[in-house]
């Protein structure tokens, strides 16, 4: 039997908190793009995705294809580089660390017009080189 575990500061389940810190991120028009792109990506790859919605969440996206699961969060910046979201990722990396995800967990960094993607371990985030898998 599976148990869910809940925020203790609201009834958010865990794919939107970690460690009683809840992660908040918009969805302005810019972001809502990005997350477009980032679905057609994995359609393009051969994955199914489901957007996650709401204020409070780690997770943008949750693909799936006969290999396994990935859930993503989805970010833009300026530039390249992930260390204005180290925060996120050590949210990220708490996850993975516990091991209570049935799948890989990646950071998407759409910058300089294209994306950077991350696999999150536990210690931390490592670029993800060459095409996409």
Known sequence: METRRYCPRSSIDLFSCVSGRCAMTGTN????????????????????????????R???LIAWNRDGFLFIAVR????FG??????HVSQL???VKE????GRV????????????????????????????
């Not at 992930?82 to 925060?87: E, F, L």
């Not at 091991?99 to 049935?102: A, D, G, K, V, Y």
Request: charge should be positive.
């Open 76 to 79: 833009r910046a300026r530039n």
């Open 99 to 102: 091991t209570i995800l049935p």
């Open 82 to 87: 992930i260390s204005n979201h180290s925060h």
């Open 29 to 56: 028009l810019t972001s809502r793009a990005i997350l477009f792109d980032a679905t057609a990506e994995l359609k393009r790859s051969g994955y199914h995705s489901v957007r996650i919605a709401g204020s409070s």
């Open 58 to 60: 780690l997770f943008d």
């Open 93 to 95: 990396s708490s996850l």
């Open 106 to 133: 990646q950071f998407w960094l759409y910058a300089e017009n294209e994306w950077h993607r991350y696999q999150i371990l536990a210690g931390g985030a490592l670029l993800i080189r060459g095409r996409f898998q």
